[in-house]
């Protein structure tokens, strides 16, 4: 895995994007708390060093030689352990899109899961999909090799993964009527609309299901209630707009609080600091 780091260390830019299409790499030198974020849907393999996630009771680390899907996009924190600017943490991602999926499911003619998987998961890579990866990294010293060969790459790439381990999951995100699309319009819905109150039959029916099944479903995918994604993703919301505002009770509001004191009670309970403190210290911008 030598090459690889190598490779990524290289390549990796402040903002991880590379100059091929769907490929992000990153490299970090400090862990830190937990930072919250949202996963989008990738596939994420570690080079080097290791990284914890947590996604509502579930807590996943994975390190070098491991990869992660996500399959759905979902509100996580997360940090790096045991990284420094002499063993920084190196990583490469591959947004998964369900046009690509769906693809190579219908022309194999793969099987089809009736149970919902959950919405992040990790697997050792096998020896060929590590060497797939190497490849594509390989491919970023060469711009003129890679407009021709990435695409192929890629395809290899997300073909190991989906006959891999954690196959189910990704080959649902390709199939239009499997429960994880289902959850996938109710997450989108809820992430759209996360300011407004809503009965979860209202959100079931968005999904298309009924509404024991959407609950069940939606738990197995995310490992929080509908009502407890929402609250992730507000707070979130919140910490973001409080980097550049003062205005705590303005903020509570325009994430969909009415309660300026709950706000406050479940943002400490969810950073570990109070929102007022996090206005006064967060850089903001001087324009």
Request: cysteine-free; glycine content about 6%; aromatic content about 6%.
């Amino acid at each position: 895995m030598d090459e690889l780091r190598a490779l990524l260390a290289k390549h990796a830019r402040p903002d991880l994007t590379t100059p091929i299409e769907d490929v992000l790499v990153s490299r970090t030198t400090a862990g830190g708390p937990p930072v919250p974020s949202m996963t989008g849907t990738i596939l994420a393999f570690v080079a080097q060093g290791r990284k914890r996630i947590a996604l509502g009771d579930r807590v996943h680390d994975y390190r070098a030689g491991q990869y992660l899907v996500a399959s759905v996009d979902l509100p996580i924190t997360g940090n790096y352990v045991d990284v420094s600017p002499a063993e920084p943490a190196l990583g490469i991602g591959l947004v998964l899109r369900p046009d690509q999926v769906a693809e190579l499911v219908l022309r194999n003619d793969l099987p089809r899961e009736t149970r919902t998987p959950e919405g992040l998961a990790v697997s050792d890579a096998t020896p060929e999909l590590a060497d797939a990866v190497t490849r594509l990294a390989r491919l970023l010293d060469s711009p003129r090799d890679a407009r021709a060969l990435a695409p192929l790459v890629k395809q290899e790439i997300l073909w190991r993964v989906m006959t891999g381990e954690q196959g189910a999951a990704v080959r649902q995100l390709g199939v239009r009527d499997s429960g994880l699309s289902h959850i996938s319009r109710a997450v989108r819905w809820i992430r759209e609309n996360y300011a407004e109150s809503f009965k979860v039959e209202n959100v079931a029916r968005v999904a298309g299901m009924s509404e024991s099944a959407f609950y069940r479903n939606f738990q197995a995918v995310t490992a929080m209630s509908p009502i407890q994604f929402q609250k992730q993703i507000r707070l979130q919301e919140a910490r973001l707009l409080l980097a550049t505002s003062r205005d705590v009770t303005g903020v509570s509001h325009r994430v969909g609080y009415d309660s300026p004191s709950q706000f406050s009670r479940e943002y400490r309970r969810q950073f570990g600091t109070t929102p007022s403190r996090d206005a006064t210290l967060r850089p903001r911008s001087v324009l």
